[in-house]
C-alpha cells in the first residue's frame, strides 16, 4: 500500500489491513502478540486506530485475546483448514439447493452469467499476454469476481446468518491458507467451468446436481490450499539462509 493510498483511508482501516497482511505472509505467526503499541509505531499512527482495528480482528476471529499473553494471532492447523473448507461446502451446498430449488428467475440466471462473465474476460488476458500466471493486479479482479459470484448465490438463498458465517469463513481461508501466487490459465479455465456448471444446474432446477457442483468446485479448492498450506509449514521448518543454519548446528555442538 503507498502512503499516498494510506493517507485516503481511515487509520483504523489501514492499521486493519496492514495486521491482516503482516497474519497472511507469516510476518505475525501463530500464537505471536500483536499490539496497538507495535502497530502505532509501525505505522505513524496513533494508538487509537489501533487498538479498535485490533478489536475488529478479534471479533473475527483473526486475533483472540489470551489471559496473561494479551491478543495474539490465532493459531490453526492443518484440520481447521480442512473444517473450514467442510463448512463453506456445507453452507454453500445448501443455499445453492435452496436456489435451485425454488427455480431461480432469468433475471437472477442472467445476472449470474454477468458476474461470471469477468472470469472468461481474464482467462482472454492472460492467453493474450502469454503470462504464466495472473498478476497481482488481476489476481485481485479475481477475487472480487470469485467472491461476487459466490456471494450471489448466498444471497438469492435468503439466509442473511449464512452470509455472515461464510464471510468469516472465507477470511480465515484467504488469510491462512492464501495462495502462494497468481492462477495459471489451466485453474483458471476449470474454476470458470465450476461456475458455469453451477448455473447450468440452478436454471435446470436441479437442487442434486448444484449441491454436486458446489462438492466438486470446493473439494478442489479445499486441495489446492491444503497443498500450499502444507509447502508453507515445511518451509517454516527449514532455516531461511545457510547462516542461520549454521548457528544452529554450533549450538547443538556446545
Not at 499512527?45 to 489471559?67: C, D, H
Not at 467472491?147 to 439466509?159: D, E, R, S, V
Not at 467451468?193 to 454436486?212: C, E, F, G, K, T
Not at 470446493?218 to 509449514?233: G, Y
Request: aromatic residues 4%.
Amino acid at each position: 500500500m503507498t502512503k499516498a493510498s494510506q493517507a485516503s483511508r481511515p487509520r483504523r482501516e489501514v492499521a486493519y489491513h496492514h495486521i491482516q497482511r503482516k497474519i497472511s505472509t507469516r510476518e505475525f505467526r501463530a500464537g505471536e502478540p500483536v499490539s496497538d503499541v507495535t502497530i502505532s509505531k509501525e505505522l505513524g499512527i496513533s494508538r487509537t486506530p489501533a487498538r479498535e482495528a485490533i478489536r475488529q480482528l478479534v471479533s473475527e476471529g483473526l486475533l483472540e485475546s489470551v489471559p496473561g499473553r494479551g491478543v495474539v494471532v490465532i493459531t490453526l492447523d492443518r484440520d481447521d483448514i480442512r473444517e473450514l473448507f467442510e463448512m463453506r461446502e456445507a453452507l454453500e451446498g445448501l443455499a445453492a439447493r435452496t436456489v435451485a430449488g425454488r427455480a431461480p428467475s432469468p433475471t437472477e440466471i442472467r445476472d449470474l452469467r454477468s458476474i461470471a462473465s469477468a472470469l472468461t474476460s481474464l482467462i482472454k488476458e492472460l492467453d493474450a499476454s502469454r503470462k504464466p500466471v495472473l498478476d497481482e493486479k488481476q489476481m485481485e479482479r479475481f477475487e472480487v469476481a470469485d467472491l461476487a459470484f459466490h456471494t450471489y448465490i448466498m444471497k438469492l438463498a435468503g439466509n442473511q446468518r449464512s452470509l455472515k458465517t461464510l464471510a468469516g469463513i472465507r477470511q480465515l481461508i484467504r488469510i491462512f491458507a492464501a495462495r502462494r501466487g497468481g492462477h495459471n490459465i489451466a485453474t483458471l479455465k476449470q474454476i470458470n467451468r465450476d461456475h458455469l456448471d453451477l448455473i447450468s444446474a440452478l436454471q435446470a432446477a436441479d437442487p442434486q446436481a448444484a449441491a454436486d457442483c458446489v462438492h466438486r468446485h470446493i473439494l478442489k479448492s479445499q486441495k489446492s490450499r491444503l497443498n500450499e498450506f502444507d509447502q508453507r509449514e515445511r518451509e517454516a521448518a527449514v532455516p531461511q539462509d545457510v547462516e542461520s543454519f549454521m548457528d544452529q548446528i554450533r549450538a547443538e555442538l556446545t
